[in-house]
């Protein structure tokens, strides 16, 4: 048989982070008592009050195709949800409801982009995002964030890496995996070079509601009219809302790009799932205590697990301002022997640390930054503390 297939396709790369979930879910299924610090999701359970309103949704027969771009309640609590919490205008025909955040960035980039657009994107990056982009004909272009810039780039650097083929930013705030929050000026520098490169903004705010500390969340569309109307504003209810299985995701943007996703989005997929939309509306408007607990909790492990890995020889970590992720700098641990051999790759490190320690950690190659681990605090803090003893019995033992 001399059939190909497509080439497009097959330059995806399948997700590392994948690969170290499914050998820890194999030690898992030995009886061997893994930590898994690779988790991109809450360990909580979705809240009830949004359980009922599924289940309600259920009773009620609301179990039929919607309209594709999703209801019109959702539509409004979600503007509602837009104007109280990030200061954002948004009429009900400017927002996209998608099956999950990343249907949502696979919208927006399929909208907004011709072939060979480029899009720039800050490293360290979440690992979809090239992929999504390169999926959408286009072109990923990286910038570096270094450990110096607090893993941030700067309006400069965004302004340098411009050509004539620049189409958009990707802006993600609170950012996974180093879990680094954006300050306003920041953003208001970045918004001035986006306005006069005219390109668009794709600002990816997923993780909005975990921001700890005295840090605030900033949405950049909320700075002027000119940077509105260049920003794609996408968010969900995955992390914030314990709710990663129930696959909502939304956008507000212009009205033009709406349209679009929104007809992109009637071939590809028709709505979102009739029942997690009825929910998402409970989520949005209803009780938002437990998401406070949460948040409460998330807060608790982050101090614990900051504290404890700045003790820890050989590692260099900032303090991460939101998401439930730490960042680490592994760099002096990949000059020292393990067993009488270099460690060198973090790829090594992990295996080693999985294999020898059954502990799971994502190495960051893939999310754009070599030498850096990423470790999930979206897990109980007896199961941080034993896989941070793991790991500091590891660190002990290297030459
Ligand atoms: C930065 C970021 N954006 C978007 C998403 C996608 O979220 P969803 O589960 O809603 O597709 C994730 C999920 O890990 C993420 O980390």
């Known amino acids: 048989?001399?059939?190909?297939?497509?080439?497009?396709?097959?330059?995806?790369?399948?997700?590392?982070?994948?690969?170290?979930?499914?050998?820890?879910?194999?030690?898992?299924?030995?009886?061997?008592?893994?930590?898994?610090?690779?988790?991109?999701?809450?360990?909580?359970?979705?809240?009830?009050?949004?359980?009922?309103?599924?289940?309600?949704?259920?009773?009620?027969?609301?179990?039929?195709?919607t309209p594709a771009s999703g209801i019109e309640e959702l539509k409004k609590a979600v503007c509602k949800k837009f104007k109280e919490f990030n200061h954002i205008e948004y009429n009900t025909n400017q927002v996209v409801i998608s099956n999950g955040g990343k249907h949502s960035l696979t919208n927006i980039f399929t909208a907004i982009l011709n072939p060979l657009d480029e899009v720039i994107i800050p490293a360290p990056y979440w690992l979809s995002y090239p992929e999504i982009v390169r999926l959408s004909n286009g072109v990923p272009v990286f910038i570096k964030g270094g450990k110096e810039q607090g893993y941030k780039v700067s309006a400069k650097q965004i302004e340098e890496a411009c050509t004539d083929k620049t189409k958009a930013l990707v802006l993600n705030t609170p950012n996974n995996p180093t879990g680094m929050v954006y300050l306003r000026e920041e953003l208001e520098a970045i918004a001035e070079v986006v306005i006069r490169k005219d390109i668009y903004v794709v600002a990816d705010e997923m993780y909005e509601n975990l921001i700890y500390g005295d840090k605030e969340h900033v949405s950049i569309a909320s700075l002027n009219d000119e940077?509105?109307?260049?920003?794609?504003?996408?968010?969900?209810v995955a992390k914030s809302y314990a709710m990663t299985g129930w696959r909502i995701g939304y956008t507000g943007s212009s009205v033009e790009i709406a349209k679009l996703m929104g007809s992109v989005q009637s071939h590809q997929t028709s709505n979102?799932?009739?029942?997690?939309?009825?929910?998402?509306?409970?989520?949005?408007?209803?009780?938002?205590?437990?998401?406070?607990?949460?948040?409460?909790?998330?807060?608790?492990?982050?101090?614990?697990?900051?504290?404890?890995?700045?003790?820890?020889?050989?590692?260099?970590?900032?303090?991460?301002?939101?998401?439930?992720?730490?960042?680490?700098?592994v760099s002096e641990v990949l000059e020292k022997e393990y067993k009488g051999s270099k460690i060198q790759t973090t790829e090594k490190l992990g295996a080693i640390l999985i294999e020898d320690f059954n502990v799971a950690v994502i190495p960051c190659a893939d999310f754009g930054f070599e030498n850096h681990i990423r470790l999930s605090y979206a897990i109980s803090i007896e199961k941080i503390k034993k896989g941070l003893d793991r790991i500091e019995d590891f660190l002990n033992q290297l030459k």
């Open 1 to 65: 048989m001399s059939l190909t297939l497509s080439k497009k396709a097959s330059e995806v790369k399948p997700s590392s982070t994948l690969a170290i979930t499914a050998k820890a879910n194999e030690l898992k299924a030995k009886g061997i008592d893994v930590v898994g610090f690779g988790a991109g999701e809450p360990d909580f359970n979705t809240p009830d009050n949004i359980n009922q309103a599924a289940i309600k949704a259920i009773n009620e027969g609301f179990t039929k195709y």
């Open 272 to 329: 979102p799932n009739s029942i997690a939309q009825k929910a998402t509306v409970e989520a949005l408007l209803g009780n938002q205590d437990t998401i406070a607990t949460m948040k409460e909790e998330f807060n608790k492990r982050r101090e614990y697990m900051y504290d404890r890995v700045c003790n820890m020889p050989l590692l260099h970590t900032l303090e991460p301002e939101g998401a439930f992720y730490q960042f680490i700098d």
């Open 227 to 236: 940077i509105y109307k260049r920003t794609i504003t996408c968010s969900g």
